[in-house]
């Protein structure tokens, strides 16, 4: 109570939010908080859904594809709770089958509250634009090796990254009948090309701007055809480095509600294929190549406000109930009635000050 409650498309002043055990049980003039309910003055903070990653690889210490450890993956989630992002989808990028596979059956067993599932990011993509990803690990999609690679453990991937022009018809029905979200990157198609794509089921777009086909005047590539194209998502990440903020602005304004927010952030890592240095405000490669983001979803909504000119509320739905809808989840993303009590309250300044997660205070 004593704070400002962003819910969905309502901003809520002199309300209490109301939590039973872990679930949301409404918003209340403060003159109707029930009898038995705990009180938590907030002091004019901001109130607002747990945050949402569609993709991170990381985050403290810990890479989970250079560790790939049940206790990799849990700490990793103890990292993001505390930052305030109580949902989110583990990465990795292009790897060896055998890394994807052993990544598949760690997070069955790690059975995580908080990480939702796995995006594979590859192998699958077209090494013109790898960007950081290792082009001899870059393999031609067949349905014989998705068969192999969902045989056992399948079930813990919700999303993947592909690069349309590369991929079948029969391939990308394979992953629609299992349920994955097929997101376009790492792509050099054509409009004609991603157009098609979206038409057949994929539905969202990775990193828009990186590593992808550019907007040009003849040929508007894969950015041009997210534009143009009435219902495709597309994710971006606003820390100023891997997208300037005016080509932010710009998406803004074409894509609007189809716009959400990711981190692609990854951790320091001297091991393994992929080996983070931080410089300064973001990763790169040993040999200088941009590599992930040291972003923090809260830290780029700060910076969809200060930054881009986005209204608060707007830039909280691009870290929250944009990347629910596009995943399917009505239960997250938002604090309606019956919902998952997952809430992130944070200052002026954006500083985390309270964390629940399943109505249970972490922070």
Same mark, same amino acid.
Not at 162 to 169: D, F, G, H, K, W
Not at 339 to 354: P, Q
């Given at each position: 109570?004593? !704070? ?11 309300? $209490? ?9 409404? @918003?209340?003039?403060?003159?109707? @908080? ?92 077209n090494a013109a634009k790898r960007g950081a990803h290792p082009q001899e690990l870059i393999v031609e999609p067949q349905v014989s090796v998705l068969e192999e690679l969902f045989a056992e453990h399948g079930d813990a991937v919700k999303m993947m990254t @592909? ?7 029969a391939c990308v029905r394979f992953l629609l009948e299992r349920g994955v979200l097929l997101s376009a990157g790492h792509s050099n198609a054509t409009r004609e090309e991603a157009m098609a794509a979206f038409d057949t089921g994929v539905r969202a777009v ?18 041009? $055809? ?40 990854v951790a320091s890592c001297n091991k393994g294929i992929y080996k983070h240095v931080l410089n300064g405000d973001h990763y790169v490669l040993p040999d200088g190549t941009l590599s992930g983001s040291a972003l923090t979803l809260l830290k780029a909504v ?56 399943? !109505?249970?205070? @972490?922070?």
């Open positions: 109570m004593n !704070g400002i409650i962003y819910s969905e498309y309502d901003i809520f002043r002199d309300k $209490a939010l109301l939590i039973s055990g872990p679930t949301i049980r409404g @918003i209340v003039d403060i003159s109707d @908080i029930p009898d038995g309910y705990e009180q938590a003055d907030v002091g004019g903070s901001h109130i607002c859904p747990g945050l949402i990653d569609l993709q991170i690889y990381g985050s403290g210490e810990e890479l989970f594809s250079a560790e790939l450890t049940v206790d990799s993956l849990h700490k990793i989630e103890c990292h993001l709770l505390e930052q305030g992002c109580t949902s989110f989808y583990l990465t990795l990028a292009t790897n060896t089958l055998e890394v994807f596979r052993r990544a598949m059956a760690v997070f069955e067993e790690a059975a995580p509250k908080v990480a939702m599932g796995l995006h594979l990011e590859g192998p699958f993509l @592909i690069a349309p022009e590369n991929v079948s018809e990775t990193h828009l701007w990186n590593a992808m086909s550019p907007l040009h005047h003849r040929n508007v590539g894969v950015p041009g $055809a997210t534009f143009l194209h009435p219902s495709v998502c597309a994710s971006i990440i606003v820390d100023g480095i891997h997208v300037d903020f005016e080509a932010v602005k710009l998406s803004k304004l074409l894509l609007r509600e189809r716009l959400f927010l990711i981190t692609d952030a700060e910076n969809c406000v200060s930054r881009v000119g986005i209204a608060l509320d707007e830039a909280l739905r691009m870290a929250t109930l944009y990347p629910a809808d596009l995943i399917g989840r009505k239960d997250i993303g938002r604090l309606a009635e019956g919902t998952v009590a997952n809430v992130l309250v944070f200052s002026s300044t954006f500083e985390v000050e309270s964390v629940y997660f399943m !109505g249970e205070k @972490i922070r």
